[in-house]
């Protein structure tokens, strides 16, 4: 049996290997050809162009593991079946569902190798590339920051930090504000609970205001609610939502652990999100190697009927899957429930599938 198991492994590799060839070609093809314009019309330089698309590569393969690994299954499978070679180990008492282990283990290891590669490879890339297109090609510039749970911003009237918990509302928690003097000495250091921006307005709620006088000392005023006048505008704070793609596996868990506002959910969300999605590839191949014996079966066809059925299948599984995350993200349902449940549902109709073949 471990010569059997060496044999599918090396089958199974091979083909998964050509599928993820086949797969980033035709997606950088069309990437290409989409992006193309923007360098062009930025008077960008083709290397810099070669460059984006190179450096994008880790995040396309993060982004089509899972129809990868499906169609790597589905074409060792279907091309053992056309060769006759699953017949021939029924023939000796190798039940199919037997055949299907060492392929789905492998299926398991290359879901690994991509949890580790989302990990440690697509989150630099992906840095550079945003970098280059957003700021280099397109001309956004980020004027904010993010750094350990906190937005930073400057500008020509002084720092700001807070905690963004609203955008929808405006609404800033633990703001501070510190104004300089010509002389970079304290002009004056503004903190809130809250603060809101509405209509052109800053409001602050339990405010605390530390601000200079005129002899040179300070004086410390508290209000439960008070209006100051800010030159800043949200919009000013423009930290890109992209970044958050940036940020690895882990960091994604350790930000939903420690910030327990809605960066932390927004955290918690993305990294079971991502992690889910590269493991969708292992359910999707339970379901779809049985499909392809069944199609075999009925119509007696393999690959011609299977491959299309299983993108047909995948696409399903996606919709389904993002659909989930969707409520997911609106409260709807448990975070935990969106992200796997899609996958227990597949998985175990493709179990009862697969037993009914060695009935």
Not at 314 to 330: E, N, R
Request: charged share 20%; proline share 3%.
């Amino acid at each position: 049996m471990i010569l059997l198991d060496r044999y599918l492994f090396k089958q199974f590799s091979r083909n998964l290997l050509l599928v993820l060839a086949a797969l980033v070609t035709i997606y950088l093809l069309i990437d290409f050809f989409e992006r193309i314009d923007d360098f062009i019309e930025a008077r960008k330089s083709f290397g810099l162009a070669a460059k984006y698309f190179l450096l994008k590569t880790p995040l396309i393969i993060e982004q089509l593991i899972p129809i990868i690994i499906l169609l790597g299954g589905i074409i060792v499978l279907g091309l053992l079946n056309h060769h006759g070679e699953i017949l021939a180990l029924k023939a000796v008492g190798i039940h199919t569902f037997r055949i299907t282990i060492p392929i789905t283990v492998t299926a398991i290891v290359f879901s690994l190798l991509a949890l580790a590669f989302a990990e440690w490879i697509v989150p630099p890339t992906t840095a550079h590339t945003n970098k280059i297109f957003y700021e280099q090609v397109r001309q956004e510039k980020p004027k904010g920051i993010f750094r350990e749970n906190r937005f930073y911003y400057k500008d020509e009237s002084g720092f700001y930090s807070f905690e963004k918990l609203d955008q929808k509302n405006n609404r800033f928690d633990n703001f501070i504000f510190t104004s300089l003097d010509d002389n970079y000495t304290l002009n004056m250091f503004l903190t809130a609970d809250s603060a809101f921006f509405e209509n052109g307005n800053w409001s602050f709620k339990n405010c605390r205001i530390k601000q200079k006088n005129i002899d040179g000392g300070y004086h410390i005023k508290t209000y439960d609610e008070t209006d100051i006048s800010l030159s800043v505008d949200p919009k000013d704070f423009f930290v890109p939502e992209y970044k958050i793609n940036e940020l690895s596996l882990s960091r994604l868990y350790s930000l939903s652990k420690t910030n327990k506002g809605t960066r932390g959910t927004e955290a918690g969300l993305k990294f079971l999100e991502r992690v889910s999605f590269i493991f969708l590839g292992i359910p999707l191949l339970m379901l779809g190697l049985p499909l392809l014996l069944i199609s075999h079966q009925k119509w007696g066809r393999d690959l011609s009927i299977a491959i299309p059925l299983s993108c047909g299948l995948a696409f399903a599984a996606w919709g389904g899957w993002s659909v989930m995350q969707s409520l997911a993200k609106t409260a709807i349902i448990n975070p935990y429930f969106a992200a796997w449940s899609v996958h227990i549902l597949i998985a175990a109709i493709g179990t009862v599938l697969m037993w009914q073949q060695d009935r």
